[in-house]
């Protein structure tokens, strides 16, 4: 069983256009994270939600907005996509906020903006 | 802020070389430490990872890091690669600098291991 599952794999679209990727985790896990690996494989997070509240929310342009309808689930949805949106999108997660915790990391969602 | 330098950007070696992966990190009043595995068009896997005690930590597919508070620095080893061992590997901190850290990892640049037969 796949532990944490993001939908789509890849996502090709326009400029301008208006797009969500979703996420799932069957761990158990109050904690979920969204991280954004660009051309040069950086991995930087963008947000962290813990039992459905929003708890890091790093320098992202507020086009991107996540949302988290329940514990297992962090969803994030980018407006009018730019060309500089162009990453590979991961979805995390794990059993807390505690810095010692493990992350669980998804297979990414390769985001093409043309 | 904390910062994670992977000294190597792509490391070549053949099969059944010993490999190591440089990794130094900024001095925290706390931190714990993790190698990443990411394979090709794949998420990231968890190697190992060094919370406290021991400083030489065992993970996964015969890899080991030793941790040393001195020289700030965290390198992933491994005695004998295998082709199937190509593959970026991610260096990462997560530390509590005054204030909860509330799990942000903070990554290394990544390094290229190539293994050639």
């Known amino acids: 069983d796949t532990a944490v599952s993001q939908t789509p794999k890849y996502l090709v679209t326009q400029m301008g256009n208006d797009k969500s990727i979703k996420c799932e985790q069957n761990l158990g896990h109050d904690t979920m994270y ?7 494989k950086f991995l930087k997070i963008m947000f962290s939600y813990n039992n459905k509240e929003l708890i890091i929310n790093e320098t992202v342009p507020n086009r991107f907005s996540p949302k988290s309808p329940d514990k297992a689930h962090l969803n994030l949805h980018i407006n009018s996509l730019e060309l500089g949106d162009s990453a590979v ?8 906020t505690g810095s010692h915790n493990e992350q669980f990391f998804g297979p990414g969602t390769r985001l093409t903006v043309l | 802020a904390q910062s994670v330098t992977q000294l190597d950007s792509q490391v070549p070696v053949f099969e ?16 714990y430490l993790f190698w990443y595995v990411q394979y090709p068009n794949q998420g990231l ?3 190992l990872k060094y919370l ?38 991610f260096c990462a901190a997560n530390g509590n600098a005054g204030g909860t850290s509330y799990g942000k990892l903070t ?11």
Request: hydrophobic content about 30%; some cysteine.
């Open chain 2, 52 to 89: 406290s005690g021991s400083t030489l930590v065992k993970g996964i597919n015969g890899f080991e890091a030793e941790f040393n508070k001195s020289q700030t620095s965290f390198h992933l080893r491994k005695p004998s690669v295998h082709i199937s061992d190509t593959a970026e590997y």
């Open chain 1, 89 to 96: 999108y991961f979805c995390a997660s794990s059993p807390g």
């Open chain 2, 107 to 117: 990554f290394g640049q990544g390094t290229i291991l190539t293994v050639h037969p």
């Open chain 1, 34 to 40: 969204w991280y954004k690996q660009d051309s040069k």
């Open chain 2, 45 to 47: 896997q968890l190697l």
């Open chain 2, 16 to 31: 059944e070389a010993p490999v190591e992966l440089r990794c130094n990190y900024s001095s925290s009043v706390s931190v």
